[in-house]
């Protein structure tokens, strides 16, 4: 592991988790010479799908990105006309259009994670690495012990390994809960040839397609496809009672909550390309928080998970990382100093990101949906 010096000699600082948050925070350490290690589970940064489409907001995640010094970059890669949005009703009928520009623009998840990665210092993330526990030692540091049984020893440890964090019981009981529901993760590819009429419901950038507590939420990928979320009021153990295996039974399930609903949205789910995955919603209450433990904290949906219908998640994730990188580099001297006010800062911000995407969901799954978005939007204008 790296050391550096922040306050009272060299320190070693290992931050859990390379995603998004996890990443912006060793870079804006690095911009400040501060190493850290990055601990991922995932054996390579290409081991898999990093996901969809990301709206970056001016002020949180292109706030982050210039604290990372990576902003330019970051308006290289953005999805031009992405930040467009149609807003339909179960029919089909439009209720809303525009062309974006609200400050919020586009890009790919796994291409905003490359950047990151890029801007590293060679060596700063160990991959392979899967978290399976953290203690404290007698000596008042941490040992975050893998699952392939090494270990690793830090002065200061952070929590930025998501929704089921194996830091946070260092400092919370609280774990996620279910959020009543459920999304289908559909992908139409080479759209605007393969799946015309589809690419045309959707638009340039994003289609929401709301009624009866349900809802069609689709995006334009940079590679030419189209994600889609189906997004379905189930019980929480609804996918286990249905053969993710078989392709024609899933489809089956996910348009049996869509009945009624125009031939053209569900099309989305009818023409689905690949695998249908599930992706159940789970969240923790909002205004999570949590006493000052020595050498330890969380960033991200370790510290503040929640639903997606705000575009909260990830924005909040790289602003703690840039929050917290920013506070470890003004109190070099006073580690304790630094975690305090980044969690004094940290706490009632996300608790207000949380509150507001809690919103966003009973809104757009509200029985007379899209009313209240529709509204939203007339309002902005």
């Not at 992405?82 to 089909?92: Q, S, Y």
């Not at 007698?138 to 964090?165: I, K, N, T, Y």
Request: glycine share 14%.
């Amino acid at each position: 592991m790296t050391t550096t010096d922040i306050g009272g000699g060299s320190r070693e600082i290992a931050i859990v988790g390379g995603g998004l948050g996890g990443l912006t925070l060793a870079r804006v350490l690095a911009v400040h010479g501060i190493a850290a290690t990055v601990y991922d589970q995932e054996p390579g940064p290409g081991a898999r799908s990093q996901g969809g489409m990301l709206d970056i907001h001016e002020e949180s995640g292109q706030r982050a990105l210039r604290a990372a010094g990576l902003l330019d970059e970051f308006h290289r890669i953005v999805l031009p006309g992405g930040d467009a949005t149609i807003v339909r009703d179960r029919n089909g009928t439009v209720l809303h259009a525009d062309g974006g520009g609200n400050g919020r623009p586009e890009v790919d998840r796994g291409q905003l994670r490359t950047l990151l990665l890029d801007s590293l210092p060679a060596g700063s993330v160990r991959w392979g690495a899967k978290a399976q526990a953290v203690q404290a030692r007698p000596d008042g540091r941490h040992e975050v012990v893998f699952a392939d049984g090494s270990s690793a020893v830090a002065d200061l440890v952070v929590g930025a390994d998501g929704a089921w964090s194996r830091v946070r019981p260092l400092l919370s009981a609280a774990t996620p809960g279910y959020l009543g529901v459920t999304f289908v993760e559909i992908d139409l590819l080479d759209a605007d040839a393969r799946h015309p009429a589809a690419a045309d419901v959707v638009g340039a950038g994003s289609l929401f397609a709301l009624g009866d507590g349900r809802g069609l939420l689709a995006h334009r990928e940079t590679d030419g496809s189209l994600h889609v979320y189906a997004a379905l009021p189930v019980p929480e153990g609804w996918a286990a009672g249905v053969d993710f295996t078989d392709r024609t039974a899933v489809r089956d399930a996910v348009l049996a909550h869509f009945t009624g609903w125009s031939d053209r949205l569900r099309a989305l789910v009818v023409e689905a390309d690949g695998p249908l995955v599930p992706r159940p919603l789970y969240g923790l209450p909002a205004g999570h928080r949590w006493p000052r433990v020595p050498g330890v904290t969380l960033l991200g949906d370790a510290a503040h998970l929640m639903s997606p219908f705000a575009g909260e998640g990830a924005n909040n994730a790289m602003f703690d990382g840039a929050e917290l990188g920013a506070a470890l580099a003004a109190h070099r001297g006073d580690v304790e100093a630094a975690l305090g006010g980044y969690e004094a800062a940290m706490f009632p911000r996300s608790a207000e990101a949380a509150a507001g995407s809690a919103e966003g969901m009973a809104m757009c799954l509200a029985p007379d949906a899209p009313a209240g978005l529709v509204a939203m939007f007339s309002q902005a204008a």
